[in-house]
């Protein structure tokens, strides 16, 4: 995530993270019978929002006893609404419509409506917040007490006061028992001394109907002060012993009293289930007994006596407005929200469950240099945007020879449908992907491949849900406002010019607590193999919301506290990989890249090359627009090769969208012609993998995908196009970079320091030389060329020696080179690789579960093995020797021994069963390295 200008920052603020509105909702009469006609206004709702001009009415209904919920027969679907209930745009900013309830929602006996307003297509998340309204002209309002509960000293005096809509007699109860009466008034009030924790309830009869008002008024708790259990963590610690206990900590300084609500105790305010406290630590705890394993027990800490909020540290939240929409194939029996018992979000807590039985607890992490990463959004990736989804692409996946996924935010975020960066939950699992389960079993599966997994976390902000941004805020622990003056985690305004929602306080000590907590679960949970950390720039608190400036300027605080978030990584897992999408000084990303990194470690940076790699397909090389040497890291002064490289990424602009709208052109050479663009989008993954240090794609890039970012607003749903795969000309650019990457990931020479690059021509031919590090490697040079012109052109390629040399892209071919800076012709998008020696592309192969025979590692160095039960094994040389023979019968996967031969290529030929049958003999190319 970066900021261009502050417009466009404005634009994320309303549409990137905040596509659901909370507007102004009006009803005329005020009280209604359910056969009345009535108009409801809409007000403080901006449909531009949602990138539309016209809203809709989402409504539904109640019986009398507010049961049997019925939506309104014509609200059609959520991506699109019937046009009965298109609201009429007033011309003042407000927006109505009338009907009389019985005949709107096709029934009798109405208690309540409900509705929310939404833009034609709800999805990703275009709507309202809820509304309800009573059905009726009877009706009682409470004017006092104006909230509840409300909180006071045991003797305090409460009065309580109401007005009815008709004539009524007034009844007040206490804990059930009748203590006032008043009759034949439209108002109520009543003063009485309150010495307990009290429920009242408020009845008012006109004779026909009768209408309740509840409140409670709590007297403040004696708190117990204790010390924190040894061994227990901030959020919830589970009894190692005891699957009936539990161990709850809310850190709340400031705070008097705290109490545990949830289906235990009927989600009442109940001193049984009142805190203690440890002053010294600023922590309210609470152990729970009586809970019953392998159950959904769940629960909120009520502070105060009035604010619910779920705990911080939740690791799944039900929520009230969004689970309804998750379905049962993406989360199978998924919790159902205690409705009517409690608001806001609620903790998930089961114990006794049986741990995840991991079937990879070794798992070898890719290099750093060789990493090639897929990046994901889940939403747009498969229909079923889950877990379980992406585990089942994996064989595209892998086939393209990714090593690495990095999948944007997963961690609970408001909403369903999103990028991401709108976090509520650092350490919760959003459940619209699927069940933690399922996150692990694809990290599972990942492993197994070979495929780290990577994830994108937002530390920079948290939105409004946030319980720690409740617990301090000046909207009376409601979504808005802003940080009051004494959280211990937000700023009240933003400490940088790239803010969006709440600005966490880096340099406060709760903040790196939280942190450090979320981030240790994420990896010890998972089994996660790195974070890309978002917005980094963000990390600072020298700056302003205003001040690009110094935002963009290195900062030393912020320096500081990263490495130090880096340090905490490496302490729970040495070999993490901490990645920073910082886009900021090559001063202050150098900081980064050598912290540590004579132990091993160092930090690894975005690297957006989008523009210029856009402008190398697009045919446009004037004024270095082209030039892409920045993808050099030995250019930035570094020693290593720690810059993530991408063409593409969630928050840029596809290149073949770029090439079909704004493409170059000469006669009848066009890039604006689909084949075309597609052609010079695989040509430049030439230039780009073959670049040592690690690489990104984002997801369908290797498909040419051409469907704008802005589509449907800038983070709104995209089209899904799997049938991308089956069009031979987006199929050529997936199989073109597939081999790429496996020379990438095979050949040592690409992970050489020696190379340079030669982009920045106007003409648009560009040239790539390699020499090979190791001199014990056959494949001692590479030299690329490319023509990214629109006419054909000749172009010197300087070759590093005369000889042979070999297309490294099918080893059949070859070229004499007698005069090493004799030019070659390339036609526009034409491009060659060459190598001093030639390979043999192969990619590693899954044993397990595979039909067709493979012969693996491959490329290998000490030993192979086949898939299949074989016999008499025989290895030979390139000549034709025979150099190997292991004769005899052989199980699936026995590891043959390499150890007698030197590097090069073999054969390799055997039986795959104990008949001799000729037709099951085989014969593999394999590379010794």
Aim: glycine fraction near 6%; charged fraction near 20%; hydrophobic fraction near 35%.
């Amino acid at each position: 995530m970066k900021k261009i200008v502050l417009f466009l920052i404005l634009c994320i603020h309303l549409s990137l993270f905040a596509q659901q509105q909370n507007v102004t909702f009006s009803v005329s009469p005020n009280t209604f019978n359910e056969d009345e006609e009535i108009t409801i206004t809409v007000t403080n709702v901006n449909p531009a929002t949602w990138g539309v001009t016209d809203i809709y009415l989402w409504a539904w209904s109640f019986d009398a006893n507010d049961t049997n919920i019925m939506d309104s027969p014509t609200n059609g679907a959520w991506t699109n609404s019937n046009e009965a209930q298109k609201l009429t745009n007033n011309g003042d900013g407000s927006y109505s419509i009338s009907f009389t309830p019985t005949t709107f929602y096709n029934r009798t006996g109405i208690g309540r409506i409900g509705m929310l307003v939404k833009a034609k297509d709800g999805s990703g998340d275009k709507k309202s917040q809820d509304q309800l309204f009573e059905v009726g002209k009877f009706q009682l309002t409470l004017t006092a007490p104006t909230s509840t509960p409300i909180i006071v000293n045991s003797g305090d005096n409460v009065t309580i006061s109401a007005t009815a809509s008709l004539s009524a007699d007034f009844n007040l109860k206490a804990n059930g028992a009748s203590i006032n009466t008043q009759n034949a008034s439209t108002n109520y009030s009543f003063t009485t001394a309150v010495t307990a924790t009290t429920n009242f309830e408020l009845e008012a009869t006109n004779g026909v109907d009768t209408k309740t008002q509840s409140f409670q008024v709590v007297v403040k708790p004696t708190v117990v002060e204790e010390s924190l259990p040894l061994n227990v963590k901030d959020g919830l610690t589970l009894n190692p012993t005891d699957n009936t206990k539990a161990t709850l900590v809310l850190y709340a300084p400031g705070k008097e009293f705290v109490h545990v609500i949830g289906d235990f105790n009927n989600w009442t305010l109940n001193d049984s289930y009142l805190l203690k406290k440890d002053s010294a630590k600023d922590r309210f705890w609470i152990e729970l007994t009586g809970l019953t394993p392998q159950t959904n027990h769940m629960y909120q800490f009520l502070i105060d006596g009035s604010l619910r909020v779920a705990d911080p540290y939740s690791t799944i939240v039900l929520t009230e407005s969004n689970d309804q929409f998750i379905n049962n194939v993406t989360y199978p029996n998924l919790p159902a929200y205690p409705a009517g018992k409690t608001n806001h979000a609620v903790t998930l807590l089961r114990t006794g469950d049986a741990p995840y039985a991991w079937e990879v607890t070794n798992f070898n992490r890719p290099a750093k240099t060789d990493l090639v990463i897929y990046e994901v959004l889940l939403r747009d990736f498969d229909q079923l945007h889950s877990f379980d989804a992406l585990k089942a692409r994996l064989d595209y996946i892998q086939g393209l020879g990714i090593n690495a996924i990095e999948l944007m935010p997963v961690s609970e975020f408001d909403g369903n449908e999103s990028w991401g960066y709108n976090p509520s939950f650092h350490m919760a699992l959003d459940k619209y992907y699927g069940t933690q389960n399922a996150f692990k079993q694809l990290v599972d599966e990942c492993h197994k491949r070979g495929i780290a997994v990577i994830l994108d976390v937002v530390y920079n902000h948290a939105t409004g849900q946030n319980p720690f941004y409740r617990m301090w805020n000046t909207d009376n622990g409601n979504y808005g406002g802003q940080a009051s003056s004494d959280s211990p985690f937000f700023n009240a305004t933003a400490k940088h010019s790239f803010n969006v929602f709440n600005d966490f306080n880096h340099s406060q000590q709760a903040t790196k607590d939280y942190v450090k907590r979320t981030v240790q679960y994420w990896i010890d949970e998972y089994n996660i193999d790195g974070f890309r950390w978002d917005l980094t720039k963000g990390f600072t608190q020298n700056c302003s919301g205003s001040d690009d400036a110094c935002t963009n300027r290195m900062q030393a605080d912020r320096v500081a506290v990263l490495k130090e978030y880096a340090d905490y990584q490496w302490e729970v897992d040495s070999d993490f990989y901490v990645i920073f999408e910082h886009l900021g000084t090559n001063q202050e990303e150098t900081e980064w890249v050598n912290y540590r990194l004579a132990e091993g470690k160092g930090i690894m940076m975005w690297s957006n090359l989008n523009s210029n790699y856009s402008e190398t397909t697009l045919g446009f090389h004037a004024s270095n627009k082209s030039n892409f040497d920045w993808i050099d890291y030995k250019k930035r002064g570094w020693s290593v090769p720690a810059n993530i490289a991408y063409m593409e990424s969630h928050d840029e602009e596809r290149l073949m969208y770029k090439n079909l709208q704004f493409g170059n052109s000469n006669g009848s050479y066009n890039v604006k012609d689909l084949a075309t663009g597609l052609e010079r989008t695989a040509s430049a993954g030439a230039f780009y993998f073959t670049v040592p240090g690690p690489k990104m794609i984002w997801q369908f890039g290797e498909l040419g995908y051409d469907v704008s970012i802005d589509f449907n607003g800038r983070t709104g749903n995209k089209p899904i196009r799997w049938d991308y795969d089956n069009e031979a000309d987006r199929k050529a650019i997936y199989n073109l970079w597939s081999k790429l990457i496996a020379l990438k990931k095979q050949e040592d020479i690409f992970r050489t320091s020696d190379f340079t690059l030669e982009v920045n021509n106007a003409n648009g031919l560009k040239k790539i030389q390699l020499t090979n590090d190791n001199t014990s490697d056959d494949l001692r040079y590479v030299t690329i060329i490319g023509n990214f012109g629109v006419t054909a052109q000749a172009i010197n390629p300087s070759f590093q020696q005369t000889g042979t040399w070999y297309d490294l892209l099918d080893e059949t071919k070859t070229i004499d080179v007698t005069n090493a800076t004799a030019t070659l012709a390339l036609q526009p998008g034409e491009f060659r690789i060459f190598g001093s020696s030639a390979v043999t592309l192969s990619n590693e192969d899954i044993v397990d579960n595979e039909d067709i025979l493979r012969v693996y590692p491959n490329p290998s160095k000490d030993y192979f093995s086949v898939n299949k039960d074989v016999e008499d094994i025989k290895v030979y040389n390139i000549s034709g020797k025979e150099v190997l023979f292991f004769k005899g019968n052989y199980q699936k996967n026995h590891k043959f021994s390499l150890q007698q031969l030197s590097q090069g290529l073999y054969f390799v030929k055997g039986n795959n069963n104990n008949n001799n049958n000729n037709n099951n003999l085989f014969s593999y190319k394999l590379l010794v390295k």
